[in-house]
């Protein structure tokens, strides 16, 4: 069991927004602003899109966004494409230690 | 160009040994930690834990202590990952990954990923 909970899967329409949580506690995800994001489509190796809480890599489409409020970090996805199916994961330090989520399934209907 | 390349697929017995090779190019070795990074068929990401490329110090993740042992190779940019007395549930994509932040806070780039299979 991830001490970073994630929503198990998620949903939406091409051109909407989603928004994935994670959620860890007030000693760690509230506390330290080292919270990333990682999209993995099936078979291919994870990508940072977010990382710092807020801070997109280059490259990384604007759609993809970050924030944090209290012991909940979020990644939001505006104007969903079908490449944004994939599978998603936050990573912070958490529990005395750092972690993934236990991941979402995007799934663009 | 910044790369991280993996060895290849491994298939071994239960009690066995494998190494993981993670060679590097495009940057410099010992300015970024090296990080391992897990992930069990069907399942999640997990991290495994991250050495010091400078020092040579590993630090492992709740979970991996004992047969897992990360080292470097610095004169060829290299980093390895042994796990001895291998068991089925081992089997899994094992993934080298760059540390940036304070060296395990997040990962930029990623080695393409090294199955290991364990079975009988």
């Known amino acids: 069991q991830s001490a970073l909970t994630q929503p198990a899967s998620v949903s939406g329409s091409p051109g909407q927004s989603i928004t994935i949580s994670c959620t860890g506690t007030?000693?760690?995800?509230?506390?330290?602003?080292?919270v990333s994001w990682y999209q993995q489509h099936p078979g291919e190796v994870p990508k940072l899109i977010i990382y710092e809480v807020t801070k997109r890599p280059s490259g990384v489409s604007n759609r993809f966004s970050g924030s944090k409020s209290g012991d909940t970090a979020s990644l939001t996805i505006s104007g969903l494409q079908t490449e944004d199916e994939a599978y998603y994961y936050c990573y912070s330090y958490a529990n005395t230690t750092y972690l993934f989520g236990g991941g979402t399934q995007l799934t663009v209907l | 160009q910044m790369q991280l390349v993996q060895s290849g697929p491994e298939l071994k017995e239960p009690g066995a040994s494998v190494k993981v090779s993670c060679k590097t190019s495009g940057y410099s070795f010992t300015n970024y930690e090296m990080n391992w990074v897990r992930q069990a068929p069907g399942q999640g990401l997990e991290w495994m834990g991250w050495i010091n490329t400078r020092t040579g110090s590993p630090t492992y993740a709740p979970g991996f202590t004992g047969r897992f042992v990360f080292s470097l190779d610095t004169s060829v940019s290299t980093a390895n990952l042994q796990i001895r007395s291998l068991k089925a549930e081992d089997t899994a994509v094992y993934y080298c990954?760059?540390?940036?932040?304070?060296?395990?806070?997040?990962?930029?780039?990623w080695g393409q990923g090294t199955p290991v299979t364990v079975s009988s």
């Open positions: 007030s000693s760690d995800v509230a506390t330290y602003d080292i």
């Open positions: 990954a760059r540390g940036r932040g304070n060296g395990r806070s997040f990962f930029d780039s």
